[in-house]
């Protein structure tokens, strides 16, 4: 199959080398941002674009009968967006994958899949240790802050710790800034530490993870107990679950089942290469 | 949809909790071992009998046109299997979703997840601590045991020790019984340590889990670590396992995609009750 990048920051890049790992597909082409995308000539386009502009750029593909493939990542409107671009799918005959990542994404299999385990019962996702891009943007966006970076600290039952570090701007009070960062709106509901640093760029790094757990009941059977854990690096892990989506995504435009899709619509065989029977014999 | 039930030992007993806890499921029947099975009237039979009866079973159902869920745990036959059935479900139009316990079954699920994660590397799925019917059967089956419970306990990287109790007929030596459970061919490759106990009743226990490990690559980036844990009373999780592989059958059966499946092929939104839009609003 013949993949098309769209959009070639930190995601097209890892995109790009899943991509070009995969035995069954193809890098037909990268598009940088503001390139013209009307004739594109793939498969399937895989937009690694900021999640705000994922619709506009979802339509020109989708309007092309080229499969798309996001990691729109704002919870409360992904079904909003999939429910937008499903009839638009239907119309011309295509396919997307939408909130391709591994959260929402990969992680929302594992909530579902752990729901149809133990359906009474609580699940808890906790986040980190790693950096929250929603969180840092909001600390750099304080007056006196030159850069910064927040990173989420699991603590359990879905409480997150917020250790946001913060490059001073010349003459900026650290006290004052403090005090900004936590009456935000990103961190007045969590327990969150503002620590001034002589240079930001020297912390960071794109390690993330998770500790998704389940404690519910099977049938009448309580203290029925799920957990599941990542130690990763974020880019990456996002770069090629967008390209097993990109696989599921054609085979299911193939197979004629034409609309918009979460990963919790999709058969998990679907995101491997390889013949189904090799698949089944290796893995069930 | 009206589910019926045939077998109805440990599992059936567990399968009849969790339909009865469903809220869009009616028990229609309950089938006895030898009870006539020639007029089932259920959407969908969940086949509780021994592995081996599973084929023979499934078929009766599949030529009444019932969808049929089935946990047969030979690995090795899965697919062999699912070859028997598929036609007979397309001839019958229906569905049967097979090896649907949790190993097989939901952990096949995690495994094809973490390939797609992570493409490169290894998965270790290490057993228990929890009992092993296999190795218990084989162990009863040697002279001098009256008897026995083989417990699988894991060492790691998909090793496992065999802790195997015996409680000795009148007259028999543990040091003869030991040496032939030492070299019985299920328990010679693995540490097995054989202890004489009063009763083997008062062991007794149905909790089992797993410890389902990766470590890979995604696209280029290495250190990419996964892992998913279980600890679970092993009845009352498989009878739920099938009953959500069972509501997937009949969703498939509903949409024309007749023939069998393994878990891996089925979207983990068709295990959930529930209309589409509030579970992805949950979960996604």
Do not use: C, E
């Given at each position: 199959m013949n993949v098309a990048i769209i959009g070639y920051g930190n995601i097209g890049k890892a995109v790009e080398q899943a991509v070009l790992a995969a035995p069954d597909m193809v890098l037909s082409d990268v598009f940088h941002h503001n390139d013209d995308l009307s004739r594109i000539k793939a498969d399937v386009a895989i937009l690694c674009v900021p999640t705000r502009e994922v619709p506009e750029y979802a339509q020109i593909c989708i309007k092309q009968g080229i499969a798309t493939i996001d990691s729109f990542d704002i919870h409360t409107r992904i079904y909003e967006l999939r429910k937008e671009l499903s009839p638009?799918?239907?119309?011309?005959?295509?396919?997307?994958?939408?909130?391709?990542?591994?959260?929402?994404?990969?992680?929302?299999?594992?909530?579902?899949?752990?729901?149809?385990?133990?359906?009474?019962?609580?699940?808890?996702?906790?986040?980190?240790?790693?950096?929250?891009?929603?969180?840092?943007?909001?600390?750099k966006a304080i007056e006196g802050v030159r850069d910064a970076l927040s990173l989420t600290i699991p603590l359990g039952t879905g409480v997150h710790r917020r250790m946001v570090y913060v490059e001073l701007e010349d003459g900026a009070d650290i006290k004052r800034v403090e005090k900004l960062i936590l009456k935000d709106d990103y961190f007045k509901y969590d327990e969150t530490h503002v620590i001034a640093v002589p240079s930001v760029a020297v912390l960071n790094n794109v390690a993330h993870g998770v500790n998704l757990v389940r404690s519910g009941v099977s049938g009448t059977t309580h203290n029925q107990r799920f957990e599941f854990n990542m130690a990763i690096n974020n880019p990456a892990l996002t770069g090629q679950v967008m390209v097993a989506c990109a696989r599921a995504a054609v085979r299911m435009k193939e197979a004629g089942r034409f609309g918009a899709y979460t990963m919790i619509e999709l058969a998990p065989i679907d995101l491997l290469p390889g013949n189904p029977e090799a698949l089944i014999k290796e893995l069930v």
């Open positions: 638009l799918d239907i119309q011309h005959k295509t396919v997307s994958v939408i909130a391709a990542g591994w959260d929402p994404g990969s992680d929302s299999v594992v909530r579902a899949l752990l729901l149809a385990l133990a359906p009474q019962g609580i699940t808890y996702t906790n986040f980190g240790p790693g950096r929250s891009m929603g969180h840092t943007v909001a600390a």
